[in-house]
């Protein structure tokens, strides 16, 4: 059984908090402190001993920041998605619309035709826009049903949920580790595909982080699955499953 893993490639320092938005480009950059490049390179390093290829859903902003990183991810056979240019919550369309009008470099350099929003939030009608735009599929929405639907003229991939469980998600990853494979034999089982996904900053954890504070931990508990280091979980996962780009689904 094929199945697909994609990488959602963000810096750790755009969480979509006040502190976080309201940084500057540079600011941002500076507090990353290379680990887009550290993380980004321990993946391929990863998936080219397993040889393996994998989507990249991308910060537009990572392009302005390490455009080698990039451009060495597509030289190396792996898909390029679109993850929005700054980490930006779709609330609105005008938001997807400057996301997209910022990343114009990105955009007309790797002509992805696969897309995510951050913290999988879409409404409808962002598919339109997407699909003027030249985009092709969208994988932002959890589902039992694997069965791909077409909105708006974009088709819709949805990331993997069992018995209503957003089971596709990296926080189970960190919450299971290894242990996932249970979950994703399980699907395979039913006849249909894991789709999943996780951060680059799992993988590889940052050193020298200020997000998330022992406050937020402490006031958001369900988020310390995001803290366990995943590199172990991530390259068992790719060593003992099958995988490829999630653009193959639409073959």
């Not at 001993?49 to 991308?58: D, G, M, P, Q, R």
């Not at 580790?177 to 595909?193: D, E, F, Q, R, W």
């Amino acid at each position: 059984m094929i199945n697909y893993l994609s990488i959602d490639l963000e810096s750790w320092a755009s969480p979509n908090l006040p502190e976080f938005i309201n940084l500057k480009s540079r600011e941002k950059k500076k507090l990353d402190n290379g680990h887009i490049k550290k993380s980004a390179l321990e993946i391929l390093r990863i998936l080219k001993k397993h040889n393996t290829k994998l989507t990249f859903f991308v910060v537009g902003q990572m392009y302005e920041w390490y455009p080698d990183v990039v451009d060495k991810i597509a030289q190396e056979g792996h898909e390029i998605g679109y993850h929005t240019h700054d980490h930006e919550v779709l609330t609105n369309t005008s938001i997807l619309t400057k996301s997209i009008k910022k990343s114009k470099k990105f955009l007309q350099r790797y002509n992805p035709i696969g897309f995510r929003a951050p913290r999988t939030v879409l409404k409808p009608n962002h598919l339109k826009i997407l699909k003027d735009h030249g985009f092709r599929y969208d994988s932002s929405i959890y589902s039992d049903e694997h069965e791909k639907k077409k909105i708006n003229g974009i088709l819709e991939i949805p990331i993997t949920s069992f018995a209503k469980v957003p089971v596709g998600s990296g926080y189970f990853i960190g919450f299971l580790g290894k242990h996932v494979k249970l979950l994703y034999k399980a699907i395979n089982k039913t006849g249909s595909p894991v789709v999943s996904y996780i951060h680059n900053w799992q993988v590889l954890r940052p050193k020298g982080y200020t997000f998330p504070t022992k406050k937020y931990l402490l006031m958001n508990p369900h988020y310390w699955p995001y803290m366990v280091d995943c590199q172990g979980a991530f390259e068992y996962l790719v060593e003992n499953f099958r995988f490829k780009p999630i653009k193959n689904l639409l073959q």
